[in-house]
């Protein structure tokens, strides 16, 4: 559980970065930094928009120590608003779930089959420790984390993950079915 480990300097700076995204519309993003005491914090390296994306391999190391994973957030609310066409309601916003291009169900904090697939490839190449965490400026309290299971890093997963992440055409859906018991999933809540 990396529930248990985050600390507050993380905290606040998901939640403001959440909210910084409802201001820019673009995404925010941070490498997660796993501490020698296991704590987790942000790295000092930020992204914003088209470039928030992990990337294997980039140097210089984002963390003094170990990766835990990346954090980013999908802008969604201007998106939404312009659907229905007018502002959308805190009520609304607790209880919403959209569905996919696949029709599968998904929430403003689940991430995106191409963020699970990527951050499972950098734990196969024990780059990271496979935690991806996503928010939503349109339910911006909470966190979705996934985070790749001890032994889910076989030859055949990921084999199975790379070739995904050249060919399929479903990366922006939701996290596709068999990827999906490879990970252990929480949801933080930031209040
Ligand atoms: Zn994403």
């Not at 985050?6 to 201001?23: C, H, P, V, Y």
């Not at 390296?45 to 999908?74: A, D, L, M, W």
């Not at 998904?106 to 990527?118: E, F, G, K, L």
Request: aromatic share 6%; net charge positive.
């Amino acid at each position: 559980m990396i529930k248990d480990k985050i600390t507050q300097g993380l905290r606040a700076a998901m939640f403001n970065s959440t909210k910084k995204t409802e201001d820019t519309n673009k995404e925010q993003g941070f490498f997660i930094c796993s501490n020698k005491d296991g704590t987790l914090a942000p790295s000092r390296i930020r992204c914003e928009g088209e470039t928030c994306q992990i990337k294997v391999s980039r140097s210089p190391k984002p963390c003094p120590g170990e990766i835990q994973g990346f954090f980013h957030t999908h802008p969604q609310k201007l998106g939404f608003e312009k659907k229905i066409g007018r502002n959308v309601t805190e009520e609304e916003k607790r209880h919403l779930t959209y569905t996919d291009s696949r029709g599968m169900e998904s929430t403003a904090q689940m991430p995106s089959y191409s963020d699970i697939i990527t951050i499972f490839i950098t734990k196969c190449e024990r780059y990271t420790n496979g935690t991806i965490c996503t928010a939503g400026d349109l339910e911006p309290d909470k966190v979705g984390c996934w985070t790749a299971k001890k032994d889910s890093t076989s030859h055949m997963n990921c084999a199975r993950a790379r070739v995904d992440k050249m060919l399929s055409r479903e990366l922006e859906g939701s996290p596709k079915k068999w990827i999906r018991p490879l990970f252990d999933i929480e949801t933080i809540d930031l209040k």
